[in-house]
């Protein structure tokens, strides 16, 4: 084991937590089955008061996932009746002590928001995680919100074509949901990339800032685009005609 890293008695922890949500990270013991993010710590923002697959129904999942054009159903790859209403319902029942060891995250790459908006978790949190970790990834759909510009550094703002250029301008690296060609680079973990990579190798969505040997540094990659994926393609397609049509 090297220097500077422990091994976790958890597999999951609290790492956030309000009066109405609560942020979890998993996969300190075990490994994500997700075959596209590979062996990340995930991270799962999720309303306390009901269970996420309730929320999607009811159009409660707003309370973590804000205006996102995908959420109540409308396109989201997440499969939220599984791996998040499992972490909720273990949630509910005690389960998650608090992290208070970062040196936990030492040596593992950690994706900001497996499930929910990431802008959840304080700057000063992310900052923290972000120095401890061997990388990062993270996206969000807050980016319009000047209040939020800090998370530029760590966050990648999720587009699609409506928008895309105007998160460039506020000086957001971005991950466009498009079927276009644009000035950026194809996911390299994608299905039209060939799946040639897994996130925990690539690391490109890791916002204005990346992890080095040297530590923290200015990530001068270009953005990133991905074509509508997953079971829910074709919703999220409209949703993205529906995005484009009002910015029209």
Known sequence: MSKGIRTPKENGYIIFESDEIVAIATGFKSSSANTKTGGMIQTWFLDKRINPAEAVKTGADKAVCFDCPFAGGQGCYVAVGKAPLGVWRKYQRGGYFHLIDLTLVAGRKFRFGSYGEPILLPIGIVRAIAAASNGWTGYTHQWR????????????????????????????????????????????????????????????????????????????????????????????????????????
């Open 145 to 248: 919100q000047v209040k939020y510009l800090a998370y530029r550094d760590y966050l990648m703002a999720s587009t699609s074509d409506a928008d895309d250029a105007l998160a460039r301008s506020f000086g957001w690296r971005t991950f466009c949901v498009t079927d276009s060609e644009t000035d950026s680079i194809v996911c390299p973990a994608s299905a039209e990339a060939g799946h040639r990579t897994t996130c925990e190798k690539c690391g490109l969505c890791s916002g204005n800032l990346r992890k080095s040997p040297r530590g923290v540094v200015r990530n001068v990659a270009k953005s990133i685009r991905i074509k509508s994926h997953g079971i829910k393609a074709n919703a999220a397609r409209r949703a993205i005609a529906k995005q484009v049509a009002i910015a029209a």
